[in-house]
């Protein structure tokens, strides 16, 4: 069954670094997404994309972040300057469209900043 | 404002002891609620998707119902294996890929 692939499992940064996650969506899904969960919280809305563009943004997704499709089958999320609050997993998700079809999520980057 | 509200945050069954779980929720208009799976350290697992009040869907031992304000995920006579964190999430009915909205889960452990 197809999944969504995400690297590094584990990614340990000094406080202030640049990080790049990376995910490889679901190969027919055309929407991709973001989201964070802090330890013992809920699952948070980071970003969507579309067609080369960002759909929608949460609060959250403040201009330390960005997201990128660089080739045909991966898609990235960089934070600039990294800061302790960023420390979470963070989430891949894909969906073949729009309407009420379910996003796949992948098993996650745990990022801990240091 | 959309939001999730799950019922208990944790619960503890023994093997073969049926129960629900709750999942309350406002949402300007909606356009799918969601049933996950997640275990420890890892993505959530899509179970579920109900889009109107009244529907029900099952798999297993895990049968999803939703009214206008609430949905259920009932379990019937739970294995050690369904032990995990149930996640419940709202996708509000708006133009586009609308992100999902989620709650905080209910920790279910399934005792042998």
């Known amino acids: 069954e197809p999944e969504v692939t995400q690297t590094p499992s584990h990614q340990v940064t000094q406080m202030g670094q640049e990080v790049i996650l990376r995910c490889v969506p679901i190969?027919?899904?055309?929407?991709f997404y973001w989201y964070r969960q802090i330890l013992g919280q809920k699952v948070e809305f980071l970003v969507s994309?579309?067609?080369?563009?960002?759909?929608?943004k949460s609060e959250i997704f403040d201009d330390q972040f960005s997201v990128e499709r660089p080739d045909g089958s991966n898609f990235t999320l960089k934070i600039r300057s990294t800061k302790l609050e960023d420390s979470a997993m963070y989430f891949c998700?894909?969906?073949?469209?729009?309407?009420?079809?379910?996003?796949?999520f992948g098993d996650g980057t745990r990022l801990s900043i240091l | 404002e959309d939001q999730v509200t799950q019922s208990p945050e944790a619960l503890r069954l023994q093997e073969g002891e049926s129960s629900s779980l709750n999942c309350s929720y406002t949402?300007?208009?909606?356009?799918?609620l969601f049933w996950y799976r997640q275990d420890p350290g890892k993505g959530p697992e899509f179970l579920f998707t109900?889009?109107?009040a009244g529907e029900e869907k099952e798999k297993e031992r895990l049968k999803a119902t939703l009214t206008k304000k609430e949905s259920f995920l009932h379990i019937t006579a739970p294995k050690p294996e369904d032990s995990a964190t149930y996640l419940c999430?709202?996708?509000?009915?708006?133009?586009?890929?609308?992100?999902?909205?989620f709650g905080k889960g209910t920790r279910l452990s399934v005792i042998a």
């Open positions: 998700a894909s969906s073949p469209g729009t309407g009420n079809q379910p996003q796949h």
């Open positions: 190969s027919n899904h055309l929407y």
């Open positions: 994309f579309y067609n080369n563009e960002i759909s929608e």
């Open positions: 949402v300007s208009g909606l356009r799918g």
């Open positions: 109900l889009y109107s």
């Open positions: 999430a709202v996708q509000a009915a708006k133009s586009g890929n609308t992100p999902l909205v």
